[in-house]
Nanobody, 126 residues
Framework: EVQLVESGGGLAQAGGSLRLSCQVS????????IAWFRQAPGKDREAVSC????????YYADSVKDRSTISSDSAKNTVNLEIYSLKPEDTAVYYC???????????????????WGKGTLVTVSS
């Protein structure tokens, strides 16, 4: 059974930092790109960051570029996303998702992702 389980959400202060973790199971970790999406109330789901170890690819959305780091640990089947200098506009439900990689970075259209976690709520207060 495929599972993606997010953790690390909660309440944070603007200017602070948070670390989200995604624990995956049920598929070969290195065959997939693992991405973080987020969805704020009334807004579309957007890709925030992605890592694909097998092709050495990383992606950061402009909204978090230069203040976030994505990392993966194949031994633990875990992908972590750290966001620094948090802003109230970072408030959203953050989802972990996986897409099979075939030698090139995924497009990160949320409709094309193969598997999803249930999400974790991040609230950033000003």
């Amino acid at each position: 059974e495929v599972q993606l389980v997010e953790s690390g959400g909660g309440l944070a202060q603007a200017g602070g930092s948070l670390r989200l973790s995604c624990q995956v199971s049920g598929f070969t970790f290195d065959d997939y790109a693992i991405a973080w999406f987020r969805q704020a109330p009334g807004k579309d789901r957007e890709a925030v960051s992605c890592i694909a170890r097998s092709i050495g690819s990383e992606y950061y959305a402009d909204s978090v570029k230069d203040r976030s780091t994505i990392s993966s640990d194949s031994a633990k089947n875990t992908v972590n996303l750290e966001i620094y200098s948090l802003k109230p506009e970072d408030t959203a439900v953050y989802y972990c998702a996986a897409e099979r990689v075939f030698g090139y970075p995924p497009v990160l259209n949320w409709r094309d992702m193969d598997y999803w976690g249930k999400g974790t709520l991040v609230t950033v207060s000003s």
